[in-house]
């Protein structure tokens, strides 16, 4: 068994706290240490994180899935929806060096909902019952990733996610901001 797949709860949270202080860092670097970050206790409503910076709160949903894996989508929440400015963060990274990106982000403009779920397929179960049926999960929708903007940097989602415009000085720190 790989270490992927043993320690995938503890490589989940340490890719959380990656894009956290990615993210922390570029607002420290380059926006007056506006971010702010809350983490839920209970995780109900399909949010696993609440960011807010310049009057933007966003409720987010946190993916994650290696650059060689050949994930195609997602399931999301539909509470997300309810929740002002919920968005969903698809995290890619690389998993020999786990240095993140690019990011695909799905959501609304700072400010605006997330764009309607209504017309996505219904998930599954991942397992059967006892003869093979896979109960649909009402409230879970599959989420292809075509349906996904590309972000190359941390950059590039910070400023989507709090509608700003890119910092001509953060270019020069490259992929790492």
């Known amino acids: ?7 995938s709860v503890y490589r989940e949270q340490m890719l959380e706290h990656l894009l956290i202080s990615q993210l922390l860092r570029y607002s420290w670097l380059y926006d007056e240490a506006q971010l702010e970050v809350v983490k839920p206790e209970i995780d109900r409503s399909g949010h696993d994180i609440v960011f807010e910076a310049h009057g933007v709160i966003r409720h987010a949903q946190l993916k994650t899935s290696s650059l060689s ?20 963060i698809w995290t890619r990274f690389d998993s020999a060096t786990l240095e993140l990106g690019p990011f695909l982000y799905f959501g609304g403009s700072a400010g605006e909902p997330l764009p309607s779920l209504d017309h996505m397929p219904v998930a599954k179960h991942t397992k059967g019952d006892a003869t093979g049926n896979k109960a ?15 972000l190359a940097t941390i950059e590039e989602l910070y400023c989507v ?13 490259g992929s790492n901001t």
């Open 1 to 7: 068994m790989s270490k992927d797949t043993h320690q």
């Open 69 to 88: 894996a050949k994930t195609t989508r997602q399931k999301i929440h539909v509470d997300l929806a309810a929740k002002p400015s919920g968005c969903v």
């Open 136 to 150: 649909e999960r009402p409230n879970i929708r599959v989420l292809s990733k075509g349906r996904f903007e590309e």
């Open 161 to 173: 996610l709090f509608g700003l415009q890119a910092n001509p000085a953060a270019e020069k720190l």
